[in-house]
């Protein structure tokens, strides 16, 4: 297999085959997706959630999400690796948003960025593309924007519908190659997917997107507390985990860990 690029992304949406992503924020979760095919990984700020233990994504910093970006982008050999702006690191200017972004592409070593907004964040999207750093984009529910939106609520519905197709349109013009939609009716997003060239990528967006993701620590069952209905658990390893830990101390306190095999004399 080779690397995946964007113009990949582009064939697939256009053959009518549907990709997966996944986020990853550390090096044996990339290579295990990487190995596994999945063709795009995201460093996502849900970080700040996944990784920080942050209770939502806005205090992750630039330089807490290059630590983890540069330790996907070294573990993966065919994956194309998208890093997240985080929260206030690209809203003031186009100029602020090449910047922050540059640092993912030169220090994170990412291959493209990711920012939350619509038509609004044309501009941004606009300038990085000209910089030559590839923009995924993301529109509906948009985290950064919780507490503007008045907290986790479905967006699209009845006639707000045509203000994501407006969005999804500016962001296409503007020149991102991709756009998240998160958390919007299923009937938004087909009409989206459809009216768009470029791959939409759903999150409890329903069937009809050209691409799914999902946040891994979510999806594998390490989170262990309350989900959202968009995400299907595939695995419980956060049982698993915690299973092995108490082996571990079960044997330890019952003194059959360490055995002879695991000794030197
Ligand atoms: O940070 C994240 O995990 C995301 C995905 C849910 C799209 O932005
Ligand atoms: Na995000």
């Known amino acids: 297999r080779r690397k995946v690029r964007i113009h990949h992304l582009q064939q697939l ?12 924020y550390d090096m044996y979760s990339a ?5 596994a095919g999945i063709p795009v990984l995201l460093v996502g700020d849900s970080a700040a959630n996944n990784v920080y233990g942050y209770d939502t994504s806005l205090p992750v910093s630039v330089d807490e999400m290059l630590v983890l970006t540069r330790a996907v982008t070294r573990s993966v050999e065919h994956a194309l690796v998208v890093a997240d702006l985080p929260f206030g690191s690209y809203q003031a200017s186009p100029q602020q948003a090449v910047e922050t972004a540059t640092r993912f592409m030169k220090e994170g070593r990412a291959h493209a960025v990711k920012l939350e907004g619509g038509r609004r964040f044309a501009p941004q999207i606009e300038a990085l593309t ?7 984009a993301h529109i509906g529910f948009t985290p950064q924007h919780e507490h503007g939106l008045g907290g986790y609520r479905v967006q699209a ?6 203000q994501l197709l407006d969005d999804a349109l500016a962001v ?27 791959p939409t990528v ?37 049982k698993i985990l ?3 830990a108490e082996q571990f101390a079960a044997e330890v306190q019952g003194r059959t860990f360490p055995g002879p095999e695991h000794s030197f004399h």
């Not at 290579?31 to 190995?35: A, G, W």
């Not at 519905?157 to 045509?162: I, K, L, P, S, T």
């Not at 329903?206 to 946040?215: H, I, K, M, N, S």
């Open 202 to 238: 759903g999150i409890g967006a329903g069937p009809d997107t050209d691409a799914q993701v999902l946040v891994w620590t979510d999806m594998a069952g390490m989170n262990t507390g309350r989900t959202a209905r968009f995400v299907k658990q595939y695995a419980e390893l956060g």
């Open 242 to 244: 915690g299973g092995a």
């Open 13 to 24: 949406k256009e053959r009518g085959e549907p990709w997966p992503m996944l986020t990853s």
């Open 31 to 35: 290579r295990i997706f990487d190995q």
């Open 130 to 136: 000209a910089s030559g750093i590839p923009v995924m």
């Open 172 to 198: 296409q013009e503007a020149g991102a190659f991709a756009v998240v939609l998160e958390m919007v009716t299923a009937e938004a997003a087909k009409r989206v997917t459809h009216e768009l060239r470029i």
């Open 157 to 162: 519905r009845g006639d707000q519908a045509d």
